[in-house]
T-cell receptor
Framework: QQQVKQSPQSLIVQKGGISIINCAYE??????FPWYQQFPGKGPALLIA?????SEKKEGRFTISFNKSAKQFSLHIMDSQPGDSATYFC????????????FGGGTRVLVKP | NAGVTQTPKFQVLKTGQSMTLQCAQD?????MSWYRQDPGMGLRLIHY???????DQGEVPNGYNVSRSTTEDFPLRLLSAAPSQTSVYFC?????????FGSGTRLTVV
């Protein structure tokens, strides 16, 4: 049973375009929602994160939108660049349950020049 | 600043062999965990630890064993390797404010 569902599985966007990745969760005990970026042969690296009492967080070209009532959150990559080509994972954490992360299935993003 | 160090980076095992994947962190984090990454399935939690001497099972623990004798080290043992354990394994170290992942071990079981 996948507690965090991520879509789409893959995404192709032109340079300068907007990449949008969506995630949905069921467990209302999740208290922290990070996004990770992973390049081939590397471990995931934290990109941006949000807590459920905030509806939006922006860091540079990356924005998380969070809808608590719908139990959904999304990552928007503005002005996408070829260097953004990577796999992106959403995740959710329950601090009280050992600080464990539950990951979505991942989205492979390709930015065409 | 090493962060999380995993060894080896690559390993090929024969079915039935045992081995230990090593993980060490130098950030004095209480929490450590092991994930496996398979195509289309994201990262799935194998085992985790909330401190030295304390470990617990994650989502996919079967066939794996862990121990946490020190804050720094969290080895993952494969007791009798099976082809289904072919995967990329990531160790992570975390505080309540963030996670740091190692660079991974690519394991192939033939």
């Amino acid at each position: 049973q996948q507690q965090v569902k991520q879509s789409p599985q893959s995404l192709i966007v032109q340079k300068g375009g907007i990449s949008i990745i969506n995630c949905a969760y069921e467990n209302t005990a999740f208290d922290y929602f990070p996004w990770y970026q992973q390049f081939p042969g590397k471990g995931p690296a934290l990109l941006i994160a949000i807590r459920p009492d905030v509806s939006e967080k922006k860091e540079g070209r990356f924005t998380i939108s969070f809808n608590k009532s719908a139990k959904q959150f999304s990552l928007h990559i503005m002005d996408s660049q070829p260097g953004d080509s990577a796999t992106y994972f959403c995740a959710a954490r329950i601090k009280a349950a050992g600080n464990k992360l539950t990951f979505g299935g991942g989205t492979r993003v390709l930015v065409k020049p | 600043n090493a962060g999380v160090t995993q060894t080896p980076k690559f390993q090929v095992l024969k079915t039935g062999q045992s081995m230990t994947l090593q993980c060490a962190q130098d950030m004095n984090h209480e929490y450590m965990s092991w994930y496996r990454q398979d195509p289309g399935m994201g990262l799935r939690l194998i085992h985790y630890s909330v401190g030295a001497g304390i470990t617990d099972q994650g989502e996919v623990p079967n066939g794996y064993n862990v121990s946490r004798s020190t804050t720094e080290d969290f080895p993952l043992r494969l007791l009798s390797a099976a082809p289904s354990q072919t995967s990329v394994y990531f160790c992570a170290s975390s505080s309540l404010t963030g996670y740091t992942f190692g660079s991974g071990t690519r394991l192939t079981v033939v």
